[in-house]
């Protein structure tokens, strides 16, 4: 079955760096995002890329994060820059994207969502 692992989170000041890794497992050559939900806050889509290494990032963070991936060790990144305590929140990462978009359990709550697989997320607190 696949499984995603996320790691590199933590807790940084205003204008920090931090860099969070995802590695799957069960699943190869899949599109592959990173997602956010804080309390209080819907589900976001905060950067994708595809196998084609296309790349997409939410306004809010364009220009400070960089997604980036290792298909030889199945893994993908987020790099982090200049961040904001607006950032914090609890950092998803997904893979095996389909068609169409579902509500999809993540964390203690919910994404709509094209992706089907999710790890258990890494927290990432901006202060």
């Known amino acids: 079955h696949v499984q995603l692992v996320e790691s590199g989170g933590g807790s940084v000041q205003a204008g920090g760096s931090l860099r969070l890794s995802c590695t799957a497992s069960?699943?190869?050559?899949?599109?592959m995002a990173w997602y956010r939900q804080a309390p209080g806050n819907e589900c976001e889509l905060v950067s994708s890329?595809?196998?084609?290494?296309?790349?997409f990032y939410a306004d809010s963070v364009k220009g400070r994060f960089t997604i980036s991936q290792d298909n030889a060790k199945n893994m993908v990144f987020l790099q982090m820059s200049s961040l904001r305590p607006e950032d914090s929140a609890w950092y998803y990462c997904?893979?095996?994207?389909?068609?169409?978009?579902?509500?999809?359990?993540?964390?203690?709550?919910?994404?709509?969502?094209?992706?089907?697989?999710w790890g258990q997320g890494t927290q990432v607190t901006v202060s």
């Open positions: 997904a893979a095996d994207r389909v068609r169409w978009s579902t509500f999809e359990p993540v964390g203690n709550g919910q994404c709509y969502s094209p992706f089907r697989s």
């Open positions: 069960g699943i190869v050559a899949t599109d």
């Open positions: 890329v595809s196998r084609d290494g296309t790349t």
